[in-house]
């Protein structure tokens, strides 16, 4: 079967998911710079032509690849006000560190070679704000004055934690269960004295 026959299966959509999903392996097994869009295309089975009318430029294939993963990341990210405090940002941690993980190139690529470009850090700040606003919903929030200040120690935490993962990747200088409980300790720790004690059953904390 030729390439041509197998382009003309897919539609349009089907196709830019097809992109997708071999930009993504091949920015998470390669550092950003070793991508090349010419074997993008020969491993999607299409040719560069078609490649570049999908995505113009690697720049644009990495940030679509970005935005797809920050997308399924919120997705798989459970906000129940049915759970604890401490069991959302857990779940929300082992999300995300599963993704950090196993695209530790990509991110790094995000966060370190393209550190500063407009596009990769709308996506970034876009997830980390959507993050932020869902639990804002679901906390035993007072009055709109502890709304504002748990809306700032939220922002401020995620931030804290972007650079501490990616510091993380570059150089383990603990296991990923430290990692993660440092995490969860370091936003229960925020969030105490601005939120009612039943927020924080007795006992609970990171690793529990």
Known sequence: MSAATTRQRLSPADRRAQLLSVGARLFAERPYEDVLMEEVAQQAGVSRALLYRHFPSKHALFAAVYQDAADRLLAATRIDPADSLLEQIVQGMEVHLDYFVANRNAVLAANRVLAGDPVIQAIMTGELDALRTR??????????????????????????????????????????????????????????????????????????
Request: net charge negative; hydrophobic share 50%; proline share 9%.
């Open 135 to 208: 639990l804002l919903a679901v906390l035993p929030l007072a009055d709109e004055h502890t709304r504002d200040a748990v809306s700032s120690v939220l922002r401020s935490w995620l931030v804290f934690v972007q650079v501490l993962v990616v510091d993380w990747l570059t150089e383990p200088s603990c296991t990923r269960d430290q990692l993660r409980d440092v995490c969860v300790g370091s936003a229960l720790g925020a969030l105490r004295p601005l939120l009612p004690a039943a927020a924080f059953p007795p006992g609970a904390g990171p690793g529990v």
